[in-house]
């Protein structure tokens, strides 16, 4: 069906989508272990009661010492210590080395570490001397107290998705438990007569339904709690019924196919009876056609659609428009959702190893590969069906609405590793 309406433009669809999502954004948040906070999204700051390190410590084997000791290479010293990892020796008494290995604590009074490379041991009473063979630099080989994480300073902050490195950091200030926001709740069905489960035969006329797959590894990846509700038929009151069904438990519901204009897609209309829904047509290739709105969670009350509603997302049908348009739009409004910063990944720029003349008046997100040029090569069809190009790829090339591409041009790379653990 020709729709004549004004097209969206991406980035106003964004805005509205991450508008809608943040005024219902969850506000529940639970404590849970460092341990098994991954991928979780941290709902308060975590600051640090601490200095990281704790104390000055040397960060190579060797000796302690203080540097004006040594009138010149090749000094001895009495050693009058030993300091390991985890011990705390005694002041340095003047005149003398201790003996130290990485990450002891540098006893007071030494301000230089001699690598165990640049030094004799010499054997005596007790622990023996140490001949010093470089004279060094005061504070050499010496990690501060606080030179990491100073007490106080907050090193992750609200909003924050914890990714392995920051689980690290947490347990570096002695963070034993974090507070995150709950995992958003996710219903997922798909609508399409034609669609079939793998592993079943593939009767005339039937597909095997990809995007169930596909749009639920992404919204796992995301961290959401995943209902998969299945295939519904194309049908408005079983369309209707699924919705009204999905609305009870989520926060959110995301549909694949069903949503364009033709008599035969029902999840708009479907909608607009279990609720509200603003029919998109987006300035985007692919995934022009997206529904947005909310589905009453009181059913029957003919008193429209409110906070207390379920959020919902009818993505296209076609998989590589539901693969982009979950990428952008879906993870939108998770981030939303969770009370995450706003935007979408920074975009690198990259020199095209294609070229690409006949540009669509919408911005385009073409499957792309990095070579090792470093160009990004192009997948030979972008149809937005042909899924294979989104495992081929391992990035999309944001392409400006009518901008052709010559071979050796800048063009602006998500990758898709970003855009998927976002
Ligand atoms: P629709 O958005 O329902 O008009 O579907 C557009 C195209 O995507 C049609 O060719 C459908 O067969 C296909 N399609 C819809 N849903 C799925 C799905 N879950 N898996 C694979 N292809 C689908
Ligand atoms: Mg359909």
């Known amino acids: 069906m020709n729709d004549r309406r004004p097209m969206l433009s991406l980035d106003e669809a964004l805005a509205r989508l991450q508008a809608g999502a943040a005024a219902q954004a969850i506000a529940e948040s639970e404590s849970v272990s460092t341990f098994d906070a991954l991928g979780r ?3 308060a700051d975590v600051c640090s009661a601490i200095a990281v390190p704790p104390a000055d410590n040397t960060s190579m084997d060797g000796y302690a010492l203080r540097a004006a000791d040594l009138a010149a290479p090749g000094a001895m010293l009495p050693v009058s210590q030993r300091i390991p990892a985890g011990h705390v020796g005694q002041p340095l008494l003047a005149g003398t080395a201790a003996r130290i290995f990485t990450g002891g604590q540098v006893p007071p009074g030494a301000d230089a570490v001699v690598l165990q490379e640049h030094c004799v041991p010499v054997a005596g009473e007790g622990l023996g001397a140490v001949r010093v063979d ?3 630099a005061p504070g050499q080989w010496i990690r501060r107290r606080g030179e990491d ?3 106080g300073a907050v090193v992750l902050v609200r909003g924050q998705r914890l990714t392995p490195q920051a689980l690290g950091l947490a347990a570096s200030v002695g963070a034993g438990t974090l507070s995150v926001r709950r995992r958003p709740r996710v219903a997922l069905f798909s609508s399409g007569d034609e669609l ?3 592993g079943e035969p593939l009767r005339p006329g039937a597909i095997y339904n990809s995007n169930r797959f ?10 959401c709690e995943v209902s998969d509700l299945g295939i519904v038929p194309d049908r408005l009151d079983a369309t209707r019924a699924a919705l ?3 609305a009870l438990a989520h926060d959110l519901i995301v549909t694949s196919g069903g949503v364009s204009s033709g008599e035969e897609d029902h999840l708009k209309p479907a909608a607009r009876a279990e609720g509200q829904v603003e029919d998109w047509q987006i300035a985007m290739k692919p995934g022009k056609p997206l529904a947005f709105g909310r589905i009453r969670r009181a059913h029957g009350d003919g008193k429209g659609a409110g906070p207390g509603d379920a959020l919902f997302i009818g993505l296209p049908g076609n998989p590589v428009s539901s693969f982009v348009t979950c990428l952008l739009a879906v993870s939108t409004v998770l981030r939303a959702l969770q009370g995450m910063a706003a935007g979408l990944p920074q975009a690198v720029p990259l020199r095209a190893a294609f070229d690409w003349p006949r540009p669509d008046r919408r911005r385009e997100f073409l499957r792309v590969r990095l070579n090792d040029q470093g160009a990004l090569e192009l997948f030979p069809s972008q149809s937005s069906g042909v899924l294979t ?3 081929w790829a391992d990035g999309l090339v944001d392409n400006p609405p009518g ?11 998500l990758p898709l590793a970003a855009l998927i653990s976002r």
Not at 214 to 223: E, K, N
């Open 41 to 43: 999204v941290l709902a």
């Open 134 to 136: 470089r004279v060094p």
């Open 149 to 151: 994480v100073t007490q």
């Open 196 to 198: 079939v489960m793998p």
């Open 214 to 223: 596909m749009l639920r590894g992404l919204l796992l990846a995301a961290g």
């Open 244 to 246: 009204r069904q999905a």
């Open 389 to 391: 190009s989104a495992v």
């Open 403 to 413: 901008q052709a591409i010559a071979r050796g041009d800048t063009v602006r790379y």
